[in-house]
């Protein structure tokens, strides 16, 4: 009789212990929905609960999102933080760290199944400030697909659109594969036309408007940003609507006379309607109306076949445009202003000690500029090599994950002292 007394009391212990266990499991799954996030940093707590009630209220009136866990939860070899604060012993263990890069056919299996490749993916607007403010980008590439995929995962937004234009030197199998992808985003496409593109020539120029014409289009986006394959966001894309909010309309392009080769032009003859024509770069930001003033005005398509009598026209096309203010381009800037100091991106042509490699005269950030780049204000940092110091884009991929979390929270104060006082702003038309 004690024995089966004794084996009673062990049965509704072991009820009790499961009952108990089970509403205790339940209690925190139902908390990791509304408040469980998991950083990139190796030296955070995996679970983060939110401070207070206010930020609890919050984000009970955000967009029903959960911020997603992203799949790379792995810890880096090395700290990031001490890489960003240019911690030397660090820095140097680093530099020797290698990494195999994942090929094409990994991505051609995950992206078979569409719901399980975009786990990694920001699928949701974050705020409703986001969802109100799409924007449109074209994405030139042609070699490193896992690079590639990393720009897109890192700058993808449901709300937004993308436009990807594949050189047609790149290989069958990465076109493949890319195309692979982008199938899995109603917004994101590969153009219909690929360019052979070659510097110095109109083909670096045409799969810019090959996008600005397949994203036409779409009606919502309010502005316009070209990147490569082998840049990074400096900024979040709740920043980014932030910056563009402040920007109201104006067009960051730059634009110089003093330092253009005029050279360039010698053979083209005079330029249509009294336009005087200057250097700036090809990236850029631009509302929608300078999109549609290259898309649709006669003005624009006559400087346009002027300037594939040039060379680099690149560099001539989008600066002159809105550097010219008789040619009522809406956000266009008054004259040129030199020096303009573009915020679009971020390039070391030498104005700065290089921490990685130069190559054709541009830096190559790596391992030692990341201090600089944790403290730029600029939208976007070009350039980055895949194969060159790997941790430094896992870092910047970090970083970016941080402060999209930490904006998500508000923990993140937004400095829009930075760009209210940029000079084109204070110059535009």
Not at 43 to 55: F, K, P, Q, W
Not at 95 to 118: G, S, T, W
Not at 208 to 229: A, D, P, Q, R, S
Not at 249 to 265: H, I, L, M
């Amino acid at each position: 009789m004690g024995f089966y007394r004794k084996l009673s009391s062990q049965f509704y212990m072991y009820v009790f212990v499961f009952i108990f266990t089970t509403v205790l499991l339940q209690y925190f799954k139902s908390r990791t929905k509304l408040d469980t996030f998991v950083p990139l940093t190796h030296n955070n707590s995996v679970t983060r609960r939110l401070d207070n009630e206010h930020v609890k209220q919050d984000l009970k009136q955000r967009l029903h999102f959960v911020f997603p866990d992203f799949r790379r939860k792995s810890v880096l070899p090395l700290s990031c933080p001490l890489l960003f604060s240019g911690n030397s012993s660090e820095q140097k263990r680093a530099m020797i760290v290698k990494r195999v890069p994942k090929q094409l056919d990994y991505y051609q299996k995950q992206a078979k199944n569409c719901e399980h490749f975009k786990e990694d993916y920001i699928t949701h607007p974050l705020t409703q400030e986001e969802k109100d403010f799409p924007i449109a980008y074209s994405i030139l590439v042609y070699k490193d697909l896992a690079q590639v995929e990393r720009l897109l995962r890192a700058i993808y937004r449901p709300q937004n659109y993308y436009c990807i234009h594949i050189d047609l030197k790149a290989d069958r199998n990465f076109r493949k594969t890319l195309s692979l992808i982008a199938n899995c985003f109603e917004n994101v496409f590969i153009t219909k036309i690929s360019v052979n593109v070659q510097w110095g020539t109109f083909t670096v120029l045409e799969p810019e408007l090959v996008c600005m014409e397949e994203l036409w289009k779409y009606k919502t986006w309010k502005y316009f940003i070209n990147l490569t394959g082998q840049e990074f966001p400096l900024r979040t894309n709740g920043e980014l609507v932030k910056v563009l909010k402040i920007y109201n309309g104006t067009n960051d392009v730059s634009g110089t006379v003093k330092r253009a080769n005029k050279q360039r032009w010698a053979k083209a003859g005079k330029p249509p309607a009294g336009i005087l024509p200057g250097k700036g770069s090809v990236h850029i930001t631009v509302n929608r109306h300078y999109v549609d003033y290259i898309l649709h005005n006669q003005t624009a398509h006559d400087f346009l076949d002027w300037c594939n009598k040039t060379s680099v026209p690149d560099e001539t096309y989008f600066a002159s445009l809105n550097h010219n203010p008789q040619l009522g381009i809406r956000g266009s800037v008054n004259g040129y202003v030199e020096p303009y100091i573009m915020n679009s991106r971020f390039k070391n042509w030498g104005n700065l000690p290089c921490g990685g490699k130069v190559v054709r005269q541009i830096c190559i950030f790596g391992i030692e500029d990341l201090p600089v780049l944790f403290g730029r204000s600029e939208l976007f940092a070009n350039k980055f090599y895949w194969d060159f110091q790997p941790l430094t884009l896992d870092c910047m991929e970090e970083l970016l994950y941080n402060r999209t979390r930490d904006g998500y929270l508000n923990k993140m104060k937004f400095n829009s002292m930075l760009y209210e006082n940029l000079q084109f702003l204070k110059n535009r038309t």
